[in-house]
């Protein structure tokens, strides 16, 4: 599979959700926390604004996506938007995408790419609208912040294991404690390295 591939496989949106299920280890609690945290905010009872922060590779668009299914099975609509680097606007179009329906929540992954203006716009829509919003920030953004994602060896380890199984391959692990603090706790990039490595011994 050429690099290309292997970074749309890594791309959470399209994710096998039996991949983000496997990716989703060690942080169950946590999301079911994140979903009933949406659900108050949808239904009235909780804030509606809310903040995921960690740095690059820590499994914030991760935890998202999964999380979508569940809100969906809860009865809410979800629009999701990802902003990659220098995107300074949402490029959609909210008041079509999302209408005035009460029950649903927009969520942004890469917040901090927007223009300070274009992050008031979309609080303020969602706010008059009655939406829900989560989005995912690599620092603070004026939103309440509900959880801070953190990569650890042990949680790497754990996330090789569930994709492995099945596989007749096994990853030492002084080796992936070497390759994740290599690649400073970027799970992204620790899955990457591993990719290549499964390649070349496959190649033998």
Known sequence: MPRTALLTSFTPS???PAVLESLLVGRERLAGRILQIVRD??????RRHMLLIGPHGSGKSTLLCALIPEIHRAGRGTLLIELHDGQRRLGVDLGREVGRKL???????GYEQLA?????????????????????????AGLPLVFRTEATPRLAEEIVRRLLQGLPATVDA???ERIFLRHRGNLR????????????????
């Open 116 to 140: 300070l203006v274009n992050r008031w716009r979309l609080k303020r829509f969602c706010r008059r609208q009655g939406q829900g919003l989560v989005v995912t920030s690599h620092r603070t």
């Open 41 to 46: 905010a949808v239904s009235g009872r909780g």
């Open 14 to 16: 399209v994710m096998d």
């Open 174 to 176: 002084a080796e992936l």
């Open 189 to 204: 990039e620790v899955l990457f390295e591993l990719y290549d490595w499964y390649e070349q011994r496959e190649a033998r």
């Open 103 to 109: 029950d649903s929540v927009v969520i942004v992954d």
